[in-house]
């Protein structure tokens, strides 16, 4: 077994988690049907969804959050003012090997990438976010953009926003990136990250 991150600060024993998931496409009438029967609780609008589990330890579960994976892009969660930020890259093993140096370990924060059969899995876990940043768009909305920006950079070779966040993590510092030109997801990342 490896431990891959300590979380050092103060656990509440209150919480909801809420999942926000995007698609990067138009999801057909069957891909709907099938999202919407894997829960009763909401239904797709426009080409997302968004489910919130409210108190302890309630959660949508690893299980089912691979299932909604499977026909959605992005997925941000909030957990306890904690934020998580998922990115997948579609039959492209090709993208793990362009980003690996980017993940990090340990730490509140952390960057990883997996492969899942022939997808890349980008997911940067541990967030804090400035509110008062995010104002007037809501967080959930931002994130999702910033990942679906982030994933759209990435495919186009610019790694700003990942540079950010692994400066995030293995240095919790928000900084713009050194040598690198500037993009959307790293600007809006260092308005609206805080530091942990």
Known sequence: ????????????????????????????????????????????????????????????????????????????????DWWSLTVIFRDNAEIAEKISDFETEGGEAYLEVEMEDEDTVLSFHGALLDYGACHPDDPFDLMAEIGVEMREEILAGQYAGLEVLKTYCEENKVTAPVGEKHTYSSERLVQILTLI
């Open 1 to 80: 077994m490896r431990i891959l991150s300590i979380r050092r600060l103060f656990s509440s024993d209150h919480s909801s988690t809420t999942y926000y998931f995007v698609s990067t496409k138009h999801l057909s009438r069957e891909e709907r049907a099938m999202v919407n029967s894997l829960t009763t609780q909401a239904r797709v609008q426009g080409d997302q969804i968004s489910l919130t589990y409210d108190g302890e330890w309630s959660d949508l579960g690893r299980g089912r959050e691979k299932e909604f994976l499977n026909y959605f892009d992005v997925e941000v969660v909030e957990d306890y």
